[in-house]
């Protein structure tokens, strides 16, 4: 039982500890990511797969997904 506490103590000091304060660093805002950026990342995201859900119920495609590869438009 000894073993599984040194172990577990080992693994809180260099591996779960550093790993969550760096997760939790990105929605602080003095991190390199703040949760505003997160934010507009999903909301751009969730745009786009918006914009092919659309075309795809109405049967359009746009015009850079119709046309073949190396067909130039006139």
């Known amino acids: 039982m000894d073993v599984l506490s040194l ?16 997760f939790l660093g990105i ?6 990511l703040g949760l505003s950026v997160l934010c507009m990342s ?3 995201a969730y ?10 119920v ?3 495609r746009s015009p850079t997904l119709s046309r073949k590869v190396g067909e130039t438009t006139a």
């Open 58 to 60: 109405c049967g359009r």
């Open 27 to 32: 929605f602080d805002f003095n991190g390199r």
């Open 7 to 22: 172990l577990r103590e080992y693994l809180m000091n260099w591996v779960i500890e550093p790993v969550t304060g760096q």
């Open 47 to 56: 745009g786009l797969t918006l914009r092919v859900d659309y075309h795809a």
């Open 42 to 44: 999903y909301s751009v």
